[in-house]
């Protein structure tokens, strides 16, 4: 797309450059070589001698200093080069008699070798040295007299001046047109490059206006209209705003973007990108557009899919939880009468059938707890699950779930003792959440740690905090499981140690403690033993009576246990 306002060139037209190295050294070396011809075709041919042939000669060490420029260039050098063209200036002047001399004209060179040398500085410095060498010969000539009267020798002096001067202002129109052409091109190669890129690039004016284009425009951003019209009048009306807010945005400094519906087809979607082009110049913005269909279409799928996966998790969620309830009024009944059965309330039943009665009644209480956790875990999901707050003292909770599991430690041989302080520990927290958390860590400890092993749990308050630790010399966890426990269903170890359990206890354990501002952290060690330790902010710092009508609910936001 070619542009209607093309950028800037930024070229200098000052300075050295490096193409015209040998021209620049030419002129300095064919005006060496007309000086010293000069000085002494004009002692052989017409006997000159004296300072007059000094000063014609002096006059050729500028043009030989010239040539080192073709090895060594810069600006610094080229200004000590017209020091050097001054210098000799101010010497021919003296030498001949001043500006009533023969080489009068040779106090003008310094002007042209500033032309030459290119650029405002050295032509400013030439004329400071033509006026120097004007006054140098006025002092001369006033002081000393006027110098010999050699007509041929001042119009030969005076004519090579004026070649020198005219091959100089050839010279320097000739770094002109180098320094444009090389603009120029970099200017064609940076509209070529962005003209072959796949978006559209825009130069935009702060109120949006289009200055110019480059590259190919997006499908339904035709660019012809976005000089006539400008680019917010191409925008589907209510992405105007956010466009405004881009442009406005990049005014500032900062980079603006935006994803917008062109107005010629609202299915599709153009992502902009625009920023503050600073060119020294008149206030730009450089904007880039990309056809962002594919993405926003990839996007909005998401989108979809992600409420669709939370609906059916809700979904889930609920199905649980009234599951878990419909399913616990038959088990609680399984569970009463088989309890009937094994204690022979009704009479004595043979003991096969009580043996009966009583598998059937640890099956049915373990299918009971695992119905709870579920209940627990899908309450926690679909955020209804209220804490109720009250006052007690934590050890008494720890003491109850160490009692529960007292008894699976004593038939495995596992030694079960409990660090508590001596001091009452007052929290205001949930009371069966706290015993579940207890309750679900002790069990999870007794069940991997095998005969002859230990479980110990402490509790002691750290601030306005308890901590919990719950430690055995157990299988331990490979690292690899220990980043997902925690999450519902999910179990370390082989085949052996996940039939022991259904995954569930640590992720409620996770979610309890969330649910009172808490954490939970794991620290094992494969073969060794794991520690599991909880933080709960729910300490009380002086124990007081609780208030009347019993627990406080206090409904609070819910995370999940994952």
């Keep these: 797309m070619t542009a209607d306002h093309p950028l800037p060139a930024t070229a200098s037209d000052a300075g ?158 000739r770094q002109r047109e180098m320094r444009l052409a090389a603009a120029e091109s970099e200017v064609r190669r940076v509209e070529t490059l962005l003209a072959a890129q796949p978006g559209l690039t825009l130069v935009l004016d702060p109120a949006g ?53 062109p107005r010629l087809a609202l299915d599709r979607r153009i992502q902009l990108i625009v920023r503050r082009l600073d060119d020294g110049a008149e206030p730009r913005l450089i904007a880039q557009a990309f056809d962002a269909t594919a993405q926003y279409a990839r996007e909005l799928g998401l989108e979809v899919a992600r409420a669709e996966a939370e609906a059916r998790e809700v979904g889930k969620s609920r199905f649980l939880a009234t599951m878990s309830h419909e399913l616990r009024t038959p088990l609680n009944a399984v569970l009463g009468f088989s309890d009937i059965m094994r204690q022979r309330l009704f009479g004595p039943v043979p003991d096969r059938y009580a043996d009966y009665a009583e598998s059937i009644h640890e099956a049915g209480g373990h299918l009971l707890d695992l119905i709870n956790d ?45 660090l508590l302080p001596s001091e009452p520990v007052d929290v205001l927290a949930d009371r069966r959440a706290l015993k579940q958390i207890a309750l679900n860590l002790l069990s999870n400890a007794v069940k991997f740690t095998p005969a002859g092993g230990g479980v ?54 996770r979610a309890f403690a969330e649910l009172h501002g808490g954490a939970m952290s794991i620290e094992s060690t494969l073969g060794e033993g794991t520690a599991v330790t909880v933080r709960l902010p729910v300490a009380v710092a002086a124990r007081s009576p609780a208030p009347e009508g019993g627990a406080e609910i206090i409904p609070l936001p819910v995370a999940n246990g994952g």
């Design 456 to 509: 110990t749990v402490s509790l002691e308050t750290r601030g306005d905090g308890i901590e919990i630790v719950v430690a055995d010399t157990g299988v331990g966890i490979a690292v690899e499981d220990l980043q997902r426990l925690g999450r519902p269903f999910e179990q370390a170890g082989g085949p052996e140690q996940r039939r022991q359990g259904t995954g569930l206890g640590l992720s409620l354990v």
């Design 374 to 418: 579920l209940l627990d875990v899908s309450k926690i999901e679909a955020e209804r699950y209220t804490l109720s707050r009250e006052r007690f003292d934590a050890r008494e909770v720890v003491s109850a779930a160490m009692a529960l599991v007292r008894v699976n430690a004593d038939d495995k041989g596992v030694a079960l003792s409990g």
């Design 209 to 261: 206006r289009v200055l110019a284009a480059y590259g190919a425009p997006p499908p339904a951003l035709p660019v012809d209209p976005l000089f006539e019209h400008g680019l917010v009048a191409a925008i589907h009306a209510p992405d105007r705003p956010r466009l405004l807010a881009a442009l406005g945005r990049a005014g500032g400094g900062h980079e603006g973007s935006a994803m917008l519906a």
């Design 16 to 173: 050295p450059e490096a193409g015209d190295r040998p021209a620049l050294a030419a002129w300095h070396a064919g005006w060496a070589v007309a000086a010293a011809l000069l000085a002494l075709g004009g002692r052989w041919i017409g006997g000159l001698d004296g300072p007059v042939f000094y000063g014609v000669l002096v006059m050729a060490a500028p043009g030989l200093a010239g040539l080192t420029l073709l090895h060594r260039d810069g600006e610094g050098r080229r200004l000590a080069v017209l020091a050097l063209w001054g210098l000799a200036a101010v010497v021919g002047a003296v030498l001949s008699g001043g500006l009533a001399g023969p080489l009068a004209g040779f106090a003008f060179l310094p002007l042209a070798a500033g032309i030459a040398l290119g650029g405002p500085r050295p032509v400013q410095a030439g004329a400071a040295a033509v006026g120097v060498a004007t006054l140098a010969g006025l002092l001369s000539g006033w002081l000393l007299g006027p110098g010999d009267h050699l007509p041929v020798l001042a119009a030969i002096s005076a004519a090579l001046t004026a070649a020198a001067a005219a091959l100089a202002v050839r010279l320097s129109w």
